[in-house]
């Protein structure tokens, strides 16, 4: 599946100028593509048989016939059957780790990738176009362009490719959210655009009406996407696993941004018990790549390596036991696929018998020479066990032979044992069945071990038989959470030609453009500007015609004639109005109508077709979009003039002027200005 430009050469107006990527296609008949189709049909049938539930459930609690009861329960049991059959085989596509492997013909343990979470499509046409007419008194439909490639864009990040084009591509319409959120989404009212994800684990719907779902699915999207390139990666090369390592530490970083960004999500794939345990999971397979990365080139067989190495193992199989630990804790157990809590045990066990296997091959294989340093070995010995056999020290296992045998062949023991723990956890579970690679890399493992022992084996084995002491984890190269570079997209607002972010969104309402005729009397305006895109009438002479005509303190001016100057400043604005007489020109200008901070609405949230409220108060504004009563700001003591000294005047006066819009607004008082623009809370997750 690759990545296609959009066709005859559209031009992306929402970035930097140049084309942007459309999503993979969704009929490509390939092994991803098909088990995404298979997950969003199961998606689809598993919300048909949830509102049947929700319909008989509520039909049971309203009738008082026992007849219909008996029916209705006869029903509910065949549909909550279904729903156990559904879920079962979005369990089996979430245990299809084969689809997201490497290409290449290799010898790998198989890695878990996350499946990207699946949307209904939005149609923001009609409710945008509504918006922009009703809010912003422009004619929607000259918007059209602008609001296909926002839904084209959207469509694109449904099927994503498995590249780094592909989370720029769902990079770039996150970056585009918080835009079309200010413009559009207004704390005080809804708009009518619901917003549907399903669980990527268990296909249960979640739809909200504000953009915070659809934030916190798209940067889950962007982790499942790097942990299906971390996968996909070539492990039989040094290039491939660090390719795999970064991206698995990526995924964890993104995962980890979900995790502290939103809160109280609807959706349990994304709840913060969850996260986090993928979080771990994440970080435990960059840990076993950076184990295959060492072991790659072949081990040294020398005593020093092999310690090491035998530590760097137990480090891959005590993250891995943790993340075995978060599987198996309620709710998360029944969330997860049984194949990866099977596989995190598996792994657990593996890793810990080849810890074991390289100890003992330490032990067995090296003796102390004359030429071997002494008190490095001992001390790297010490740093291998946290405690030894009574009456044993590491200076003994050194110096002494049959010591050093004895602990060798109970670590050897020890390593065929988990072994064949390993292959036991792997028969219990039937999705892993179908991996034979798999199942011969353990078999394999096994068999090294029991060879090695063979070596060794005497008839005294029962007679010196002792415990092999625990093996402590030591790494030298720590998986680490990596936040991507490559998710800081610089975008360029779709609806720019709405005027200035900063004062014409949703946050604000406008009056009408009203136009207003204004005309120079003794090269005298009758009025001061002020401030940046778009400037604003301060300093109002009430008996000027422009006053007369209607013009008011506060007005921005919008456009001059037939040129619009929502995004013009003061030393712009002034060549238009350089050579107004007494003729005049004729300008348009809005009004805020109400500036005052409202209590916010709040939002419905369906999850699984029951509705479940989330206040929105942490959306309303923050203290940047409060309104100030206390900075005033000075009236100015002369009219815009022709005069050379006036207009240098008047064009030094950038800044907005922020006081109480409360008040009245005599012509020599202090005026109203739209507060500074603020991003929404989005730790506050609604």
């Known amino acids: 599946m690759t990545d296609a430009l959009l066709p005859n050469g559209i031009e992306d107006s929402g970035g930097d100028g140049k084309f942007f990527r459309k999503g993979c296609n969704p009929l490509a008949q390939t092994g991803r593509s098909k088990l995404q189709n298979k997950r969003a049909s199961l998606n689809q049938q598993i919300i048909k048989q949830m509102r049947i539930r929700a319909g008989a459930e509520n039909l049971l609690k309203a009738t008082n016939n026992n007849k219909v009861k008996e029916m209705v329960l006869l029903e509910l049991s065949y549909v909550n059957a279904d729903l156990q059959r559904l879920m079962g085989q979005l369990e089996g596509l979430n245990s299809s780790v084969d689809v997201y492997q490497s290409t290449q013909e290799t010898a790998n343990i198989p890695l878990i990738a996350l499946g990207l979470k699946e949307t209904k499509e939005v149609d923001f046409s009609a409710p945008f176009k509504d918006y922009i007419m009703e809010h912003y008194n422009e004619d929607g439909r000259t918007f059209e362009d602008e609001i296909a490639d926002l839904m084209d864009l959207r469509q694109a990040c449904r099927t994503p490719s498995r590249s780094e084009a592909g989370v720029e591509l769902l990079a770039k319409y996150y970056s585009h959210l918080p835009l079309v959120e200010n413009r559009f989404f207004s704390p005080t009212r809804q708009n009518g655009i619901f917003f549907t994800w399903y669980d990527s684990f268990t296909g249960v719907p979640a739809c909200q009406q504000n953009l915070s779902l659809e934030k916190a699915s798209v940067v889950f999207n962007m982790a499942a996407l790097y ?141 102390l020479g004359p030429s071997d340093d002494e008190d490095q070995q001992e001390k790297a010995l010490s740093q291998v066990y946290d405690q030894l056999p009574e009456g044993c ?53 096994l068999q090294r071990s029991q060879e090695k022992y063979s070596d060794f084996e005497d008839e005294e084995q029962f007679v010196d038989y002792v415990e092999a002491p625990d093996i402590i984890s030591k790494t030298e190269h720590k998986a680490e959470m990596e936040f991507p570079a490559s998710t800081k997209v610089k975008v360029t607002d779709f609806f720019q030609r709405l005027g200035p972010l900063s004062v014409f969104s949703a946050k604000q309402k406008w009056t009408a453009p009203r136009k207003v005729h204004v005309c120079a009397d003794d090269r005298d305006l009758g009025f001061t500007l002020k401030g940046e895109a778009p400037v604003q009438v301060v300093s109002l002479d009430p008996l000027s015609k422009a006053a007369a005509d209607g013009l008011k303190e506060g007005d921005y001016i919008v456009a001059v004639g037939d040129k619009d100057t929502k995004w013009m400043g003061v030393s712009d604005m002034m060549p238009l109005l350089k050579d107004v007489d007494e003729e005049g020109i004729e300008i348009q200008v809005v009004s ?69 819009p409360s008040s009245t607004l005599p012509w020599n008082k202090p005026i109203p200005t739209f507060p500074s623009s603020s991003i929404y809370n989005e730790r506050a997750f609604h």
């Open 393 to 445: 020290s590491t200076l003994d296992i050194l110096k002494n032979k049959h010591e050093r045998e004895r602990i060798g062949k109970a670590h050897i023991r020890r390593a065929i044992s988990v072994h064949e723990e390993a292959l036991r956890n792997y028969g219990l579970c039937q999705h892993l069945d179908k991996l034979e690679a798999l199942q011969e890399i353990l078999e394999a493992s």
């Open 592 to 660: 805020v109508v109400d500036n005052s901070p409202t209590m916010p609405t709040k939002s419905a949230t369906f999850s699984g077709n029951l509705p479940k409220t989330y206040s929105m108060i942490c959306l309303a504004y923050d203290d940047e979009g409060k309104p100030s009563k206390s900075h005033k700001v000075a009236k100015k003591s002369s009219f815009l003039s022709l005069g050379l000294k006036n207009r240098m005047k008047s064009a030094s006066t950038l800044s907005l002027p922020t006081v109480d």
């Open 227 to 367: 942990s299906q390139i971390g996968t996909r990666s070539d492990r039989q090369t040094t290039l491939g696993l660090e390719q795999a390592i970064s991206a698995f530490q990526k995924a964890a970083g993104m995962l980890s941004h979900l995790k502290e960004t939103f809160t109280h999500t609807p959706s349990y794939d994304m709840s913060p018990a969850m996260v986090g345990m993928l979080i771990r999971l994440m970080l435990a397979q960059a840990q076993e790549c950076m184990f295959e990365k060492i072991v790659l080139p072949g081990v040294k067989n020398q005593f020093n390596p092999l310690i090491k190495l035998a530590q760097e193992a137990a480090k891959v199989s005590e993250i891995y036991h943790q993340v075995h630990q978060s599987m198996i804790q309620a709710p998360i157990k029944d969330n997860v696929p049984f194949f990866w809590s099977t596989m995190s045990l598996v792994k657990t066990n593996h890793y810990r018998a080849i810890a074991h296997h390289f100890l003992a091959s330490a032990l067995l294989d090296h003796e």
